[in-house]
């Protein structure tokens, strides 16, 4: 079974600062993805980014980045030029491709707080 | 609306009844999921639907909990007699035909309390 760990419960940053929200997970799988989510208050799950595991280069959507080392089994998300709407839960998330279901595999997530 | 709808919002129970959550997915979605979100906790997947197949009912926790679907639109929930450790956000997500590892799409969930 797949488990992803995130390691930092609570984050704060400065707003225009950047931040990393580390991520590791456990597989024996070759081909799978991950995921980045973003869970305001409204409760809403807001997909942030999405790696393949094939792909060698990072993902990258605006000011969000990820840091994907395959062989450490690591999937961090760097948020540049924070801004007050990031203030969020951020939840890390697996797929294995090859099951039949294509269910998400979530850590507990890291609560960021953007401090004005 | 065009993203994933979910009802009720919120619902109050007491111990012992029975609760009926609803999903609607997106139109063309033919891949829907139930998750269930403790507080503080990440999401932990209940089960899947795709098409006509079989569902994947793997994460259920207990025989008290059920779902249905039909075809490729509404799904609903069932908790029997729901105890305290059911208070939860359930979370409804459904993605396009070829679900492999296309995004899922969440609507906003209902908060069950058991009282």
């Known amino acids: 079974a797949q488990t992803v760990t995130q390691s930092q419960p609570e984050m704060s940053v400065q707003e225009a600062e950047t931040v990393t929200l580390s991520c590791t997970y456990d597989?024996?799988?070759?081909?799978?993805?991950l995921f980045w989510y973003k869970q305001p208050p409204s409760r809403q799950m807001i997909l942030v980014i999405r790696?393949?595991?094939?792909?060698?280069q990072n993902a990258t959507e605006n000011r969000f980045s990820v840091n994907f080392q395959k062989a450490a089994k690591s999937f961090s998300l760097k948020i540049s030029d924070s801004q007050l709407g990031d203030t969020a839960m951020y939840f890390c998330?697996?797929?294995?491709?090859?099951?039949?279901?294509?269910?998400?595999?979530f850590g507990k997530g890291t609560k960021l707080s953007v401090i004005p | 609306g065009a993203g994933v709808s979910q009802s009720p919002s919120n619902k109050v129970t007491e111990k012992g009844k029975d609760v009926e959550l609803r999903c609607d997915p997106i139109?063309?979605?033919?891949?829907l999921y139930w998750y269930r979100q403790r507080l503080g906790q990440g999401l932990e997947f209940l089960i899947y639907?795709?098409?006509?197949?079989?569902?994947?009912k793997s994460g259920l926790p207990s025989d008290r909990f059920s779902a249905e679907r039909t075809g490729e639109s509404v799904s609903t929930l069932t908790i029997q007699r729901t105890q305290q450790e059911d208070s939860a956000v359930y979370l409804c997500?459904?993605?396009?035909?070829?679900?492999?590892?296309?995004?899922?799409?969440f609507g906003p969930g209902t908060r069950l309390t058991v009282l």
């Open positions: 790696q393949e595991a094939y792909k060698q």
């Open positions: 139109s063309g979605h033919t891949a």
């Open positions: 597989t024996s799988e070759n081909n799978y993805y």
């Open positions: 639907f795709q098409g006509n197949s079989a569902p994947d």
């Open positions: 998330a697996f797929m294995d491709s090859g099951a039949g279901s294509y269910q998400l595999t």
């Open positions: 997500a459904s993605s396009q035909i070829t679900p492999r590892g296309d995004t899922q799409y």
